[in-house]
Antibody, heavy 119, light 113 residues
Framework: QVQLQESGPGLVKPSETLSVTCAVS????????WSWIRQPPGKGLEWIGY???????SSNPSLKSRITISVDTSKNQFSLQLSSVTAADTAVYYC?????????????WGQGTLVTVSS | DIVMTQSPDSLAVSLGERATINCKSS????????????LAWYQQKPRQPPKLLIY???TRESGVPDRFSGSGSGTDFTLTISSLQAEDVAVYYC?????????FGQGTKLEIK
């Protein structure tokens, strides 16, 4: 059974960089693409970007200039960094697995980690 | 970007009755080379992550009850719950994976009447 677990700081100050990590267990880390999705409190879902184990990425243009997605295959982990955060970046950040290399729906999700941007 | 628009925003249905949620994409998500619609449906209950229900517009994920069904093609899609159960109270989202950025509908909140 594939499991994803996010970890993050909980609270980030405005203008700083948000960093969250997703640890993956079960399944084959190298067979799939892995994404970040966020959900502001009481609102809908926004795709942030994905990474493949070889390091190739794709990001939402709305956030692209502020996003870095990286992978650590030795730990079966991938990470998101979002720079210059504002209160609008307050959200639950989910990591999720794409089903396969042609089916980019999300079949496994982490429980999410709430990141609040506040001074 | 492909804009996904769901209707209605909220819906109240009696137990045992049919619930229907619509999703419209701003451009076709039907890929002509394989005749597949790149459209998925998710269910999200409070304080939980979304759960995959349907993919390829009409293929039910393993373990999803058969009262859930998806239909439609091109730009217009429907999620139907044939006989509403209490545990189906949730917010439902459609998502297109035809191209990046992957986008979701705004969500439809389903409640018991």
């Amino acid at each position: 059974q594939v499991q994803l677990q996010e970890s993050g700081p909980g609270l980030v100050k405005p203008s700083e960089t948000l960093s969250v990590t997703c640890a993956v267990s079960g399944g084959s880390f190298r067979s799939n693409y892995w994404s970040w999705i966020r959900q502001p409190p009481g609102k809908g879902l926004e795709w942030i970007g994905y990474i493949y184990y070889r390091g190739s990425t794709s990001s939402n243009p709305s956030l692209k200039s502020r996003i870095t997605i990286s992978v650590d295959t030795s730990k079966n982990q991938f990470s998101l960094q979002l720079s210059s955060v504002t209160a609008a970046d307050t959200a639950v950040y989910y990591c999720a697995r794409h089903h396969d290399s042609i089916s980019f729906f999300f079949d496994y999700w982490g429980q999410g980690t709430l990141v609040t941007v506040s001074s | 970007d492909i804009v996904m628009t769901q209707s209605p925003d909220s819906l109240a249905v009696s137990l045992g009755e049919r619930a229907t949620i619509n999703c419209k994409s701003s451009q076709s998500v039907l890929y002509s080379s394989n005749n597949k619609n790149y459209l998925a449906w998710y269910q999200q209950k409070p304080r939980q992550p979304p759960k995959l229900l349907i993919y390829w517009a009409s293929t039910r994920e393993s373990g999803v009850p058969d009262r859930f069904s998806g239909s439609g093609s091109g730009t217009d899609f429907t999620l139907t719950i044939s006989s509403l159960q209490a545990e189906d109270v949730a917010v439902y989202y459609c998502q297109q994976y035809y191209g990046t950025p992957y986008t979701f509908g705004q969500g439809t909140k389903l409640e018991i009447k």
